[in-house]
């Protein structure tokens, strides 16, 4: 019966006990996934539900995508060290439901990272050390972010740095002695803000400047109008006339 084998399947799945990835080792009911120096270039898609430790070790990653380890409930180490991971996708560990208690990266070819792909990862160790890193902003928060490993966290070091003279200087020094990288980034967001404020103080006196000196162009062409026009003629009153009758009667006597 052709559909056997895919409901067995389908059984083998729904229960967390998927096959082994092809050239990796899955020891029986130990939950333990080795697939260290197989020549893996990208991450095995099929390892099983149950897995609790995955090793990757010394093998060709150079990327992490998004979703890698969706479905790995259990999971609770993951060892990375020694590939050739360049970059991290910001959803590249979501599915992990937080259970996961330590991450090896170590020996990679990180020197960038932002905080987002570790965001769920409130509780895991991480260890960063030996990679080429790049001393910056981003890299100082995640420092501050992550309960890092204290036994590694001193060989984290800057291969290179925004500021030239901490180069080759352990970043937890750098920190603990008071620099901020994120300080030139602050003066940058503030340069911005001021040149962006004068953009629009200038923008309001120009447009004041110009309704003041269209009101008193206004207010000179009504003026001009008003002196073309005739003066009107005086009006005699009854009394006045009754004044210039006297007057005549008086010159005439």
């Not at 399947?9 to 333990?32: M, N």
């Not at 180069?167 to 980034?185: D, E, I």
Request: glycine share 4%.
């Amino acid at each position: 019966m052709p559909a056997l084998p895919i409901l067995l399947l389908l059984i083998l799945a729904f229960q967390g006990t998927l096959p082994c990835p092809e050239s990796c080792d899955c020891p029986p009911e130990s939950g333990v996934v080795w697939c260290n120096q197989k020549d893996l270039v990208m991450i095995p898609l099929d390892v099983p539900r149950d897995t609790r430790v995955l090793y990757l070790n010394s093998n060709w990653i150079t990327h992490i995508p998004n979703g890698a380890f969706h479905g790995l409930k259990q999971l609770r180490e993951l060892h990375l060290a020694d590939n050739l991971i360049q970059t991290i996708a910001p959803a590249a560990f979501r599915g992990l439901s937080g259970g996961l208690r330590l991450l090896d990266l170590s020996g990679n070819q990180l020197q960038r990272m932002e905080v987002t792909p570790f965001i769920m990862l409130t509780w895991v160790r991480l260890e960063l050390y030996d990679n080429p890193w790049h001393c910056d902003c981003p890299l100082q928060e995640l420092m501050r972010s992550l309960p890092l490993d204290p036994e590694t966290v001193e060989d984290i070091v800057c291969a290179t740095a925004t500021w030239e003279e901490y180069t080759g200087q352990a970043l937890a020094h750098l920190l603990n002695s008071g620099v901020n990288f994120c300080l030139s980034q602050q003066r940058n967001t503030d340069l911005a803000m001021l040149l962006t404020m004068f953009c629009w103080f200038t923008v309001v006196i120009s447009y004041v400047i110009y309704y003041v000196r269209r009101n008193q162009a206004e207010s000179r062409r009504h003026l001009e109008y008003l002196k073309s026009l005739p003066l009107p003629s005086k009006q005699s009153s009854p009394e006045d006339e009754e004044e210039e009758e006297d007057d005549t009667l008086s010159t005439i006597l």
